[in-house]
């Protein structure tokens, strides 16, 4: 390494050298040749069959290439079974059915209800009356500077008041609907 003579001279190595037709490392391919027709570049996909028409019978699941064959599945027959019955001179239990009936949900809107004291089942009629939570919003803007008239708005919103249900029957009162007890 040490011999300025050494560095004009080929090294110690044998090259390989590329076949004269055979384009360079790294260069473009030659343009000089047309490319070829379709028909002659093969098909790596599997030709793909045509979906069965009405009163075929469809095609099987097809396996991708590299994968083992699907084995068809076999479906399994069930005998039928014969109801139950208890063997003769057995004494046969019949129990009633419990009908559970669900109390309706006094809200701020009309229920469907039975009266306790007329039995007649009907909408309920509601009227809307001035309750604790409304005093207390009231009192609540007073204490915060809103006595002038803002004070005053509980008492025009149905939400803040309480709800009376009463029977459209006998107009006797079947519920009252506090916001607050």
């Known amino acids: 390494m040490g011999n300025p003579n050494e560095a004009n001279e080929a090294p110690a190595y044998p090259q390989e050298a590329a076949p004269m037709n055979a384009p360079a490392y790294g260069a473009p391919p030659a343009h000089d040749a047309p490319p070829p027709a379709y028909s002659e570049i093969p098909n790596p996909y599997p030709p793909v069959q045509p979906y069965p028409t009405v009163g075929q019978q469809a095609y099987p699941p097809q396996p991708y290439p590299g994968q083992p064959p699907v084995q068809p599945y076999a479906v ?28 309706p949900r006094f809200g701020k809107q009309p229920v469907m209800a039975q009266c306790p004291y007329c039995q007649q089942q009907g909408m309920t009629k509601c009227e809307h009356e001035s309750g604790l939570a409304t005093w207390l919003v009231c009192g609540g803007c007073c204490l915060f500077g809103l006595w002038v008239g803002c004070c005053l708005i509980p008492f025009c919103l149905n939400d803040m008041k309480d709800t009376r249900h009463i029977c459209t029957n006998c107009n006797k009162t079947i519920r009252v609907h506090k916001i607050l007890s």
């Open 76 to 103: 399994p027959t069930i005998a039928p079974q014969q109801p139950y019955a208890p063997p003769p001179g057995a004494p046969v239990i019949v129990q009633p059915a419990t009908v559970i009936v669900q109390a």
